[in-house]
C-alpha cells in the first residue's frame, strides 16, 4: 500500500523559513510528478509548486522566488523549501504524487494528510 507522509510544518515568525519534506513509502514502482498543494481556511486548495520527475518545475505566482521545490527520486522523497514566509503563507500544506505501484501500468494520484504551516505577524 503507497501513503505520502509529510513532515516540517510549524509555526514561524514572518520572514522565517520551514523545509517540508513528503515521504512516500509502499510498493511503489515509479513516481512521476509531485506537487505540492496549500489550503487556508475558507479557501480552496491551490497549487503551491510541481516537478516532473525530470526535474522541470513550476510554481504558484504567489510563491515565485520565495519557495523552492525539489525531489530525490531515490528515496521517493519530496522537498518544499519556503524562505521569506509571510502571514498569508498560513495554511495546510499537502503533498501529491503521481504514482504507479508495483505490479501495475497505471499511474495513480496520492495526497498526504497535509502538515500546518502558521507564519505569524
Known amino acids: 500500500q503507497v501513503q505520502l507522509v509529510e513532515s516540517g510544518g510549524g509555526l514561524v515568525q514572518a520572514g522565517g523559513s520551514l523545509r517540508l519534506t513528503c515521504a512516500a513509502s509502499?510498493?511503489?514502482?515509479?513516481?512521476?510528478?509531485m506537487g505540492w498543494y496549500r489550503q487556508a481556511p475558507g479557501m480552496q486548495r491551490e497549487l503551491v509548486a510541481r516537478i516532473t520527475r525530470g526535474g522541470s518545475t513550476n510554481y504558484a505566482d504567489s510563491v515565485k522566488g520565495r519557495f523552492t521545490i525539489s525531489r530525490d527520486n531515490a528515496k521517493n522523497t519530496g522537498y518544499l523549501q519556503m524562505n521569506s514566509l509571510k502571514p498569508e503563507d498560513t495554511a495546510v500544506y499537502y503533498c501529491?504524487?503521481?504514482?504507479?505501484?508495483?505490479?501495475?501500468?497505471?499511474?495513480?494520484?496520492?495526497w498526504g494528510k497535509g502538515t500546518l504551516v502558521t507564519v505569524s505577524s
Open positions: 501529491n504524487a503521481g504514482i504507479t505501484p508495483i505490479g501495475t501500468i497505471t499511474s495513480m494520484d496520492y
Open positions: 509502499g510498493s511503489i514502482f515509479s513516481i512521476n510528478a
